[in-house]
Each structure stands twice: as C-alpha cells, then as structure tokens.
C-alpha cells in the first residue's frame, strides 16, 4: 500500500526527520509529530498507520497506544513501536497496549520499511475469499477485519484477528507457538513464545463464552475445537 498514510511520532527530530524521508522515498505519506501531545492534535482518524516512540514526555507512547485503541474509529489501525527499550518484559507490555510489532533502537530504515510492508500485508489484504466466516453467533469478517458476537463488534485487534482466524479456520489443527509466530509475525525473531500467550489470552477474554473452544496443548500450542454433541 504506497498510498499509505503514516504519522511518525517521536520526541527525537533528527530520527523523525529520517524516518519521514526515507519512507516518503518509498512512496509513502508520512507526517510526524515530537510529542504524543502534538499527535492528539492532529486529525488521527486520517492516518492508517502509526509509529510510536514509547518514552516520550507526560504522555508516553504506550499512553498514546492505549487511547488509538480505546477509540472505534483508530482502534483497528496499526501501530508499531520504536523504542530503545529491548528487554521481553517492555515488549510484552508494548504488546499488551495495543502493539502490532515491535522494533528496538537502533534499527534500519530498511527493517522499518519491511516490518510496516510485513504489517501491512497482513492487515490490509485485498483478498475477497473467505469474506464472512461464522461459527455460531460469532461472525468474522475479512475485509474490515472484525469479529463480530451478537452482531456487536468485540475489538479484536488486526493480529488478534489473524491468531484466532488462523485456529477457527483450521478446526482441531494444533499450531504451535513457533508456527503461530512464523505465520502471523513472519519469522520476527524478536518475538517470543509469551508473545504468542499474551495475545492468546487477550482474544479468550474478548470472546466471552466461546474461550472454551481455544484450546491449549500443554507445552505446544493452541487449537480450535468446536462443540462435539
């Protein structure tokens, strides 16, 4: 999607400045902001795309995640974080604020561009097969990546959606930690196992009743199993 419109959002001018210029090199928007307070400023809905420092200011970057999240209009928009802070537990908690991927300081612009082109391939696909998938009350929704219980959107985000579209459409299939991260995150080998877990956890506690049917393979993976009677 070279038509893709991204706001850049970090308190260092210098990386922004690269950042916007390089990515505009490869065809895409790009507007940047130094402060997650400037960025509230803006007209968020119109972007499609955001990138996040976490530590910046009052409001931190994990902050600025948690309100893209909390509103309809951004919540379903990806967001991936630029940070100098690398250990498992700050990932864990990027992810659990809303995060798509994740990149540690210092990186390349070619690995920036790469994980927003992985991000966006799974997130903005095209593809019209499988449009409407339903199990029950519980109906998924390819275009607009939504799942929908009761005809109510329950707020999966987009990498929710692909875990747990992966597990529904493969019923009994158990996938393994490491084949759900090569899937869904392209072989990031900055991912972890817990990663996995935690959104795992996150979709169990999004779908009320129908958790049950997530099953886990002690020491393995996840599978889908519908009700047998």
């Known amino acids: 999607m070279k038509d893709l419109k991204i706001l850049v959002v970090d308190d260092e001018e210098d990386l922004c400045e690269i950042l916007q210029f390089n990515l505009k090199q490869e065809g895409f928007d790009v507007d940047v902001a130094y402060s997650a307070e400037q960025a509230l400023k803006l007209e968020l809905q119109t972007y499609d795309f955001f990138l996040l420092d976490i530590m910046m200011g009052e409001i931190s970057g994990l902050d600025l995640a948690k309100i893209i999240r909390r509103n309809p209009d951004l919540a379903e928009k990806p967001i991936l974080f630029i940070t100098a802070k690398t250990s498992e537990a700050d990932k864990l908690i990027g992810f659990n604020a809303g995060a798509d991927d994740y990149v540690s300081k210092p990186f390349s612009v070619k690995e920036i561009i790469a994980r927003i082109n992985v991000i966006c391939k799974r997130v903005f696909s095209d593809s019209k097969e499988d449009a409407v998938f339903e199990f029950e009350d519980l109906k998924m ?37 490491d084949e759900i991260m090569s899937i869904i995150w392209a ?16 979709i169990r506690k999004k779908i009320g009743e129908y958790h049950k049917f997530i099953k886990t393979k002690s020491g393995y993976g996840y599978y889908f199993e519908p009700r047998t009677n």
Do not use: F, Q, W
């Open 187 to 202: 072989n990031d080998s900055s991912i972890g196992d817990r990663t996995v877990d935690v959104n795992v956890r996150r």
């Open 141 to 177: 929704i390819s275009e607009s990546k939504k799942v929908c219980i009761d005809g109510k959107d329950i707020g999966l985000t987009k990498t929710e959606y692909e875990i747990l579209r992966l597990l529904i459409s493969h019923t009994g299939r158990i996938y393994s930690r």
